[in-house]
């Protein structure tokens, strides 16, 4: 059984940073794609960045490059999302998944065979 647990969501002030993590079981990260998505209310799900299976190419939305950081540690088998200079429009539930191959490239995260649970990102003063 797979299991992908999320932890690290929380408040935070503009400008600020947080790390969400993945840790993620009956599943090894390093033999599938990784990635995080993001959804805000009334909008649609955004798949913000992705570690392709195929070559290792990291993929990052235009509205968080330059400010997130993607990354996985194989000995724990934990996904990592560092994100800085956080902006009120980061205000999300963040959802870390696995998925085939050609789910990440330079066209985006398309979509997940597993998913954590959510964690909420709130950023405000």
């Known amino acids: 059984q797979v299991q992908l647990v999320e932890s690290g969501g929380g408040l935070v002030q503009p400008g600020g940073s947080l790390r969400l993590s993945c840790t993620a079981s009956g599943i090894t990260l390093d033999h599938v794609t990784i990635g995080w998505f993001r959804q805000a209310p009334g909008k649609e799900r955004e798949g913000i960045s992705c570690?392709?299976?195929?070559?290792?190419?990291?993929y990052y939305a235009d509205s968080v490059k330059g400010r997130f950081t993607i990354s996985r540690d194989n000995a724990h088998n934990t996904m990592y999302l560092q994100m800085n200079s956080l902006k009120p429009e980061d205000t999300a539930v963040y959802y870390c998944?696995?998925?085939?191959?050609?789910?990440?490239?330079?066209?985006?995260?398309?979509?997940?065979?597993?998913w954590g649970q959510g964690t909420q990102v709130t950023v405000s003063s």
């Open positions: 570690i392709s299976s195929t070559d290792g190419s990291t």
């Open positions: 998944a696995t998925g085939r191959d050609y789910y990440c490239s330079g066209y985006g995260f398309l979509d997940g065979d597993y």
